[in-house]
């Protein structure tokens, strides 16, 4: 009896101790920072770091800045263009790398390879690539594009960029959740004289909706907070900045650049805000489709 | 098998391999046009119609694109992120992961429950008052600051504990009748079960610690402190039109991940599916 108490003692001893560099660093790198982050957007930022209480005034302004709507709607529209392409293109892949080829491990490499690439260095080519005068695109296709600069493609430009960059990554998650699929499972609608495009609607999809779904919320929670990429390519001298501009890329140039903080950190609080109702959505939709009955 | 089923089997097989051909061109282009872009003269880079071998393998590029960026520095700097970051995140998740997966403790459901907190929360929210915390500090331009929002990882933990959870508890009793203190069990018998997940957690943190952007750039200013990713955007500036220097210097920051990754592709690919979909 004794010695179980003391072993009981000794657990919470050493389960306190080892938890203890993972809390401690948690409340003062996470916890402490996003309450400091709420409290900022309810500040006026002062020089040397110092705020200023001053209520709402930073949203009041926010609501009324056509920038940040334009910088909302951006992202939001980046997340419409990349998410469903994106994911689209990857289930291909997993599906087709699912099948019995030659070659199989090394598709799945190349396919992966962006992903060990700095997003900085992909930004790079990629905008090289859509150059307007010299690019290889409009060169070959003999036409004056302007990718990266007309406000009507630059958009569009960043999402190919994104879904290029995402694909293997997706498509390896997926595959992992397709080898899962039991093989007999399609044995018995072979039988049955199932066709293939059947045996996925059927059996594919919903077998593989579970992560499916992990990797939709991962998607859309990576488009919404999208910066490195539309800060590499399109620099500030980009006439169609405007057009571009992620709420993402908006925060870091009010924070970093103006220097404006407590603006800054009601943006955030925003995207923030738009993540978690975005996500909750997603919570309530899966319901509809997704199968956890494997 | 009759013969019009087998015809269309082959018509699958075929239509497969043409479809994961075109789209590995697709994928690799973009990468050989940097390294043959990064060989060119700027005039050829600008020809018209395009050229597409360069004239000659001139490495003139590369010497420019050394001399304006402190390469070494930056290797040396991304190095020293991705091994802190993974030697913390290694370290204290899995400390932190089997006490959460295998320890009676006070408060361990509301310590979880930051834990989880922590992996909801996007972590730019975290960035303004971190870097205010270091500039209070003195600490900014340092590797210090680099590593310092990776000191430890909820990611980590939770994945961790995931682990520890697989395995049975017989193994740490059997460690007890033995004469292992908790520490002991999990030093010398629990941690050393949990080396694939701790593979994984590793590649996982040096891949995103190495892409990661705006921290770096945020905390780092001074040029000789910089990662490789945010020193490539100060070329980025640096060189708005010559191309072929920008190629060269892109080439030379993605080069050693795309090594280590050819040396290590089984694992980091199956490390990624295994942490998959944070």
Redesign the interface.
Known sequence: MQKTSK??R???????I??A???I??????????I??IR?SFSKSLPF?MFEFEGIDNYVEMFQNAEFWKATWNTILFCILTVPVGIFLAL??AV??N?K?RGR?T????????????????A???K??F?T??G?IN??FGVNVGWLTDSRFVLFSCAIVQI?SN???DA??L??GLQNVSATLYEAADLDGAS?VKQFFSITLPMVSP?LF??M??RL?SS??V??LI??MV?D?NPALNDAQSL?SL??RQ??IAGD?GY??AI??W??LL?GVVTIFQFWGQKKWVNYEV | MNTSMKSSKRLTTTLTYVVLILGSILMIFPFVWMLLTSFKTQAESMAIPPQILPSSWALDNFTTALASLPFLNLYVNTGLLIVFRVLCAVIFSSMAGYAFAKLQFPCKNLLFGIVLVQMMLPSQIFITPQYLMLARLGLTNTIFALVFPGLVSAFGTFFLRQTYLGIPNEIAEAAYLDGCNKWQTFTKVMFPLTGSSCAALAIFTAVFAYSDLMWPLICNTDLNMMTLSAGLSTLNGQYTTNFPVLMAGSFLAMIPMVILYLLFQKQFIQGIAMTGGK
Do not use: H
């Open positions: 072993l009981a000794d657990g919470a001893k050493w389960g306190l080892m938890v560099p993972t809390i660093g948690l409340l003062v790198l996470n916890i402490y920072p996003f400091d982050a900022m770091g291909l892949v087709l790398l099948s080829i491990t598709f799945r490499a190349i396919f992966f390879l962006p992903m060990v690439v700095a997003p900085a260095a992909v790079m080519v990629w090289w690539i150059n005068q010299y290889i060169s070959v290029w694909i293997g990554y390896v998650l595959l992992a293939k992560t992990v990797v919320i991962m929670m919404l907070k910066f490195d800060y590499m620099d001298a993402m925060f870091y924070s970093f903080k800054a950190s955030v609080v995207t923030v993540i």
